[in-house]
């Protein structure tokens, strides 16, 4: 073989490399979302293989409780979260100097109040345990629930991040008592009744739709819309183009259907 036709071969062989290289590098921009439930990971999954077409790798991270996914986003241990309401992240920014901003909505998903002693929230016993969560806006929107069934009454004043010391009126004296999140469902059994957020019910083994007692989304118009879910990132990349590709391969039919499917229908597009 002659010299002439190797060194063109070779030529050849490094050019292709160096294309093969620089396409790779264009044809994928890599993306990592962060999320709380399994519920959460199997939608985001779907929306992953769409995104496929369009260039952009996604990379999703699951986590045990809701203070990690914003400390992950805060510190660029990934790129956005998918998890929370608007009120979880306003109040995760007050309390830790945060500037996260959300870039869309994904879904409002219902609080439940559960029990596995009683079947109707009115037959709760005097002085009957109930737990809430400890975060002030899901343990603000659990106190509203138990307010929307007549079960307490609350100070006026309070808004929609009302606490325990804002109970005006108890007439069952219930002992109402606070837990992380994360928890409510696994502690279920060791009281008269919980309000569990619906990610947490959902892994537990929980349809909400049928095993709750009363869903604080069956009085819609009431629940505010700081209660919406939303895709976050941290404010200087609010604008970054592709996040935003992401966040509008979300909000499509597909990832609705798939919400209807994996959730039973308890999960509500919010981004109409």
């Not at 060194?7 to 160096?18: I, K, S």
């Not at 109040?113 to 109930?130: P, Q, R, T």
């Not at 700081?226 to 039919?253: F, G, H, P, S």
């Amino acid at each position: 073989m002659n010299k002439k036709f190797l060194g063109l071969t070779a030529g050849l062989a490094l050019f292709l490399a160096a294309c093969g290289s620089e396409t790779a590098t264009e044809e994928s921009v890599k993306v990592s979302v962060g999320v709380v439930s399994e519920v959460e990971v199997e939608v985001w999954e779907d929306v992953k293989e769409r995104l496929v077409d369009q260039g952009i790798e996604l990379t999703i991270e699951q986590f045990g409780d809701y203070v990690q996914p914003n400390l992950a986003a805060q510190a660029g241990d990934v790129d956005i979260n998918a998890f929370q309401h608007v009120a979880y992240l306003e109040s995760f920014n007050a309390d830790n100097d945060g500037d996260l901003t959300h870039i869309g909505y994904t879904y409002v998903s219902p609080l439940g109040l559960y029990s596995e002693k009683v079947e109707d929230y009115a037959d709760l016993a005097d002085g009957a345990k109930i737990i809430i969560p400890n975060d002030v806006t899901n343990g603000g929107r659990a106190l509203l629930l138990l307010q929307a069934i007549d079960l307490i009454t609350l100070d006026d004043a309070a808004g929609t991040e009302p606490t325990l010391n804002d109970i005006t009126d108890n007439p069952k004296n219930l002992v109402i008592t606070d837990l992380d999140a994360s928890q409510t469902a696994r502690a279920l059994p060791d009281v008269d009744a919980a309000v569990i957020n619906t990610n947490f019910a959902t892994d537990s083994g929980l349809v909400p739709s049928e095993d709750a007692l009363f869903l604080d989304t069956d009085n819609i118009s009431e629940v505010s819309e700081i209660y919406k879910n939303v895709v976050a990132t941290r404010a200087d990349d609010a604008d970054n183009e592709t996040y935003l590709k992401v966040v509008a391969e979300y909000q499509t039919e597909a990832t609705a259907k798939k919400l209807e499917e994996v959730t039973q229908g308890n999960d509500v597009p919010a981004w109409d």
